[in-house]
C-alpha cells in the first residue's frame, strides 16, 4: 500500500511538473484569418491574395519573435522586412514590444479567446489563427500593374 501512494504522488508530481514547463498557448506560428476595416470585415483573401500570406507571426518559446508578411519581405527598404518583437503574458493576454519608426520601444496588445489573437489598432483589427505550416505566396505571379507594363 506505501509503494502505492509514493507511486500515485509521483504520478501527480510529475503532471503538474509536465504541465508547467508544457510552455505558452502563444508559442507556435500564427497567421492572419480575418481583417477589418472601415466597417468591412475580409476573409480568405484580399485582391486574390490569401490572408494567411499578408501576416505571419511566429512566437518562439525564449521570449522573442518576429512579425512577417508571406509576400515576399525581401528587407531591401526597412518598411518591408521582418518585424522582431520581444513578448509575455500579462492578465490573460499576448503583449509584443518592438520598435516603432523612431526607434523606441512599442507595446501591442493582443487579446487571446477562442484559440485566436485579436490585434486591434486605430479602428483596424486583425485576427490570427495557429497553424502548423505558413501559408505560401508566390508575390513575382501577383502584379498591380505597376512596373511591368511599359
Request: aromatic residues 8%.
Amino acid at each position: 500500500m506505501k509503494k502505492l501512494a509514493v507511486l500515485i504522488t509521483a504520478a501527480i508530481i510529475a503532471c503538474f511538473t509536465l504541465t508547467a514547463c508544457g510552455g505558452s498557448d502563444f508559442e507556435g506560428k500564427w497567421e492572419c484569418k480575418s481583417m477589418s476595416m472601415g466597417g468591412m470585415t475580409i476573409e480568405d483573401n484580399f485582391m486574390g491574395i490569401p490572408l494567411g500570406a499578408m501576416f505571419q507571426m511566429e512566437i518562439n518559446s525564449d521570449g522573442t519573435g518576429v512579425l512577417k508578411s508571406g509576400m515576399g519581405d525581401d528587407g531591401e527598404d526597412e518598411d518591408s522586412g521582418p518585424q522582431e518583437f520581444t513578448w509575455k503574458e500579462k492578465d490573460g493576454k499576448l503583449v509584443l514590444t518592438a520598435k516603432n519608426e523612431d526607434g523606441k520601444d512599442e507595446d501591442i496588445e493582443l487579446e487571446y479567446e477562442d484559440e485566436e489573437l485579436t490585434m486591434e489598432m486605430e479602428g483596424e483589427t486583425v485576427v490570427f489563427g495557429k497553424v502548423d505550416k505558413f501559408t505560401e505566396f508566390d508575390a513575382s505571379q501577383f502584379s498591380l500593374g505597376g512596373d511591368d507594363e511599359e
